[in-house]
Structures are given as structure tokens and as C-alpha cells.
């Protein structure tokens, strides 16, 4: 199936601008997004949620990815998921009906079952496409402090109900050659999203990834992005490291699978990072 051109404004064309409004001043959606796959996009969803939940706010991660990843890196088996976020999407379940506790305190996660993996063929005719997350966030009233939601790695409709329902994009991008490319259509995207369907939608911040000190590239590509994006991009970096890679295998992030690591430690900035900048938008 030929996937929608969601940054093309004839796909917007007929949308219905009257979205819901968000569910709390004081809730924060992140969504976080990358149409390329093994940027780190699932590691920063799991890692973040967990530093976030670590200094007492209270974290619901939603994952939306049909392959599940965030789901079984924070140690939800398959037998316990239920029909999570499908439910949401086509059944009318709300989050209260299908979250379940991460065993972290402060986190619970809506998980994602195998029933998401047809989500996208089932959403395209389907009415109000577009809008079906948001109307179930916004029901959620100040249970959380933070939503963050784990996209799929590609730009379709499951991306699209995120990015309609979210306050914010987080990027995260790999530092490689290639970082750079598709990146504008992102951030395009975002800014059609912005226009037809969620005007309080911008992009949260661009986080570098799987960064080597050692490699030259990584250096070049870190600067490059800095130039184009300016003070979007985090200060924080990720750095590749053996932890971060080894935690999800035993189904748990890696501020517990080995705190003292680079890769938690980074984690750990990153959420210090961004509640600074809450706190300097809402000052």
C-alpha cells in the first residue's frame, strides 16, 4: 500500500480544522518522530519516560509503533498488552481501559499489540482519521504530567493521529551521513499538521543520537545539524554506547539495566534539559 503524502497540502485539503482542543494547559504530548528507522527514536522514548518518571513526574508512554519495541524494552510481554493502542484507535476503548503499570514508579505505558500492525489499511477510509488519538488524550484530564508517544518509523496516519494530538515533536537523528536527509519533510510535515488540524504544534527540540567523539563524522554532522536548526537541537547528546544497546534484550531501560552509563547518564541530562525549557516557556 502506497503510503499518504501527509506534507502534501491536497492531503490536508479536507480536514476538519476544528479539532479537539488539548486535554490540560498543564499536560505535555511529545511525539517522537523520524520517517528513517534505527535513529533511536524507541530507546529515547523508553530511556526519557523513564528519567522523566524518576524525578517524580508522572509519564504515560503510548506506543504506537505496530512493532512494539518500546512495549517490550520496558518489559511488557505480549501476553500482557492486550489490544493497547489498537483499542484506542478503533474500539473506543479509552487510555484508562487498555494502560497498564510499567513496574517503574510514575510510568505506565498503552502498549502496542499485534492487532496495529493492519491499523494502517483499517484508518484510511475510516471517518475522523486523523483525529482519533487526540479525542481519547484529551479525556485524560491531569493524570500525567507527560504523554510521549512512540511513533512509527515512517510519515502515515498512525504518525498522523500523534502529531495531531501532541503539543510537541521530538526528533531524534542518528549521526551519520544521512541525518540530514528527510529531515525538511519532517519538519514540512509538521508545519502542514500545524496549518490543517493542531495549530499548538511545534517541534520540541532535534536530539543527536548514537554519537561516537571518536569519529570524526559524528563531529561534522553533530555541527551541520546545530547550523541548520540552531537552538532546536539539544545540547544533550546521546552517545553510542554498549548499554544502551544491550538494555532492551532484557526488557529494561537503560537507567536500570546500568545508571552509571554513559547512555543513562545522557538520558538523564536530556530530561533535565527538557524540563528546563518547559520552565522557561511557561516563565
Do not use: W
Not at 483499542?87 to 487498555?98: K, P, R, T, Y
Amino acid at each position: 500500500m502506497t503510503e499518504p503524502n501527509l506534507a502534501d497540502p491536497a492531503y490536508a485539503g479536507g480536514a476538519d480544522t476544528s479539532a479537539e482542543p488539548a486535554p490540560s494547559p498543564t499536560v505535555r504530548i511529545l511525539a517522537l518522530a523520524n520517517q528513517k528507522g534505527g535513529v533511536g527514536k524507541t530507546t529515547t522514548a523508553i530511556n526519557l519516560a523513564t528519567a522523566l518518571a524518576a524525578v517524580g513526574k508522572r509519564v504515560l508512554l503510548l506506543d504506537l509503533d505496530p512493532q512494539g519495541n518500546a512495549s517490550t524494552g520496558i518489559g511488557l510481554d505480549p501476553s500482557q498488552r492486550g489490544r493497547g493502542s489498537y483499542a484506542v484507535l478503533f474500539e473506543g476503548a479509552s487510555i484508562a481501559d487498555v494502560v497498564r503499570e510499567s513496574g517503574i514508579p510514575n510510568l505506565s505505558i498503552v502498549p502496542a499489540s499485534v492487532h496495529l500492525a493492519g491499523a494502517e489499511i483499517e484508518l484510511v477510509n475510516a471517518d475522523d482519521r486523523e483525529t482519533r488519538l487526540q479525542r481519547a488524550l484529551h479525556n485524560i484530564g491531569s493524570t500525567y504530567d507527560y504523554v510521549l508517544i512512540d511513533c512509527p518509523p515512517s510519515l502515515n496516519l498512525l504518525t498522523l493521529n500523534a502529531l495531531v494530538a501532541a503539543n510537541g515533536v521530538l526528533v531524534p537523528l542518528q549521526c551519520e551521513f544521512y541525518a540530514l536527509e528527510g529531515l525538511s519533510y519532517l519538519v514540512q510535515t509538521v508545519e502542514r499538521v500545524q496549518r490543517a488540524y493542531n495549530d499548538k504544534l511545534q517541534v520540541e527540540g532535534v536530539l543527536l543520537t548514537m554519537f561516537d567523539k571518536r569519529n570524526s563524522l559524528s563531529e561534522m554532522v553533530a555541527a551541520d545539524v546545530r547550523a541548520h536548526f540552531g537552538d532546536r537541537v539539544f545540547r544533550t547528546v546521546i552517545p553510542r554506547n554498549v548499554r544502551v544497546s544491550e538494555a532492551p534484550s532484557h526488557g529494561v531501560p537503560v537507567l536500570l539495566y546500568d545508571h552509571r552509563s554513559a547512555g543513562a547518564q545522557a538520558y538523564i541530562q536530556l530530561a533535565g534539559e527538557l524540563l528546563k525549557r518547559e520552565g522557561a516557556k511557561l516563565g
